[in-house]
């Protein structure tokens, strides 16, 4: 991996860990075992190297959507269900979670970015969602985006819960979401 994808990476986990607010460029720096100086010359500003963590799960989204366009509703719902699991797995909350507390304080480039994302993230759980209703597999009274939105949040919100909580709560959540979608 190079130092530019290391940087993006340990920027990731310690936005996801402490904040966007809580870590600097020598806290990056440490943790890749460069200088300060290095970690500029990749990204000029601390909202340069957001944007780029931002575009990294963009780009993972888009991998995993287009992975999953064969694949049943169900299927996707499955996997779109796993990366919450991953998520939590790492004792990490998501990337809009962590900024989105954040929000009042990034630059605007960064708001418009992570908007992008949480618009690609909504359109991608709407299509399969309206899909798996047009099919008959999910059954719900409310408008496809209005459930994904519910959804994600749902799955948002579980995992900074269960650092709270119980673990069983965040399986229990898994659990009622699939049993939800799919009882008339």
């Known amino acids: 991996m190079n130092t530019r994808a290391q940087i993006i990476q340990h920027a990731d986990k310690l936005i996801r860990n402490v904040g966007y607010n809580a870590f600097s460029f020598v806290d990056i720096a ?3 075992g460069i200088k300060k100086p290095s970690v500029h010359h990749h990204f000029p500003h601390k909202a340069d190297l957001c944007m780029a963590v931002i575009q990294y799960h ?3 989204l888009k991998a995993t959507r287009e992975s999953t366009l064969q694949q049943s509703p169900l299927q996707q719902l499955e996997r779109f269900l796993a990366i919450y699991q991953e998520i939590k797995a790492q004792q990490q909350i998501c990337i ?3 900024l989105s507390t954040d929000y009042n304080t990034l630059e605007p480039a960064v708001q418009e970015k992570l908007q992008e994302f949480s618009a690609q993230m909504i359109d991608w759980v709407s299509s399969f969602l309206k ?3 047009t099919e ?3 059954h719900f009274k409310q408008a496809a985006r209005t459930k994904a939105i519910m ?4 799955m948002l919100a579980i995992v900074q819960l ?6 069983e709560d965040f399986r229990l959540m898994i659990k009622a979401v699939k049993q939800e979608l799919q009882n008339k």
């Open 58 to 60: 963009i780009d993972h």
């Open 162 to 167: 269960t650092r709270l909580t119980h673990e």
């Open 30 to 32: 440490r943790s890749v």
């Open 96 to 98: 809009v979670g962590a």
């Open 131 to 133: 899909a798996g209703k």
């Open 136 to 138: 008959g597999t999910f």
């Open 151 to 154: 959804l994600i949040s749902g």
